[in-house]
């Protein structure tokens, strides 16, 4: 086999290899994931959770520790009321906007199911770390440290 020939064979193999890695990852980051409900509205800042069925906190079947509202930094309340009426928001180009869940923290759902909200830091000079995660099945879940950890914010509290 020729240098070239071998060169060929290696870069098709290569493409081969990388084209079903890509769709083996879209497959199985796809699985078991539930679709947003068919009331919800995709792509839009105005697309916020609306009260939990029962009274409940949604998002506990996460796992994560749930956490009043009342107890994070105030500037996280002061974001939620935002929310609540879908703005003005700080940072028009990054909040409303799909979280795309890639550090795969937040249970796995499809699509634009959460959306991702600035919570200000005082004395940054830029978003900073602290974020409100909403779910489309009223999920509020809250990070301070850039998405390495969360907590369920309980909004009633």
Excluded: C
């Amino acid at each position: 086999m020729t240098p070239g020939r071998r060169l060929s064979v290696a870069l098709v193999g290569l493409i081969a290899l990388v084209v079903f890695g890509w769709v083996f990852k879209d497959l199985s980051s796809s699985g078991g994931a539930t679709p947003p409900p068919s009331g919800s509205v995709s792509g839009s800042v105005s697309a916020k959770p609306s009260a939990a069925p029962g009274g409940a906190v949604a998002g506990t079947e996460s796992g994560f520790e749930v956490k009043a509202l009342s107890s994070l930094p105030s500037q996280a309340a002061d974001t939620w009321k935002l929310i609540e009426k879908n703005g003005p928001f700080p940072y028009p180009r990054n909040d409303g906007v799909q979280f795309q869940n890639r550090e795969k923290r937040l249970p796995a759902k499809t699509g634009e199911y959460y959306k991702e909200y600035t919570v200000p830091t005082p004395g940054s000079q830029d978003r900073g770390a602290r974020r409100l995660i909403t779910g489309n099945q009223s999920e509020v879940y809250y990070t301070s440290d850039h998405y390495d950890s969360f907590v369920v914010v309980d909004v009633k509290k």
